[in-house]
C-alpha cells in the first residue's frame, strides 16, 4: 500500500511516498481502508522538528 513517511524532521518536504506492505490486523483490530485524509498542525510539527514527543524517525502522519 501506498503511505507517506517522515523520515527528517526538516520542513514539510520532509514528506516522503513509499510503498509499505498492508499491516495484519490481530484478532481484537479491525483494517480500515482510507481514500484521504488531512493532514493536522501535529503532524506539520513533526515534520518540522518541532514536535519533540514523538521525535522518531521514519513516522507515518496520522498514526
Do not use: H, W
Not at 11 to 23: G, K, M, R, T
Amino acid at each position: 500500500m501506498r503511505a507517506y513517511q517522515v523520515t527528517t524532521a526538516d520542513s514539510i518536504n520532509a514528506l516522503q511516498q513509499v510503498v509499505i506492505d498492508i499491516p495484519t490486523p490481530a484478532a481484537d483490530e479491525i483494517l480500515v481502508k482510507m481514500k484521504a485524509c488531512p493532514l493536522n498542525y501535529r503532524d506539520i510539527l513533526i515534520t518540522m522538528g518541532g514536535y519533540v514527543r514523538n521525535d522518531i524517525r521514519p513516522i507515518i502522519p496520522l498514526f
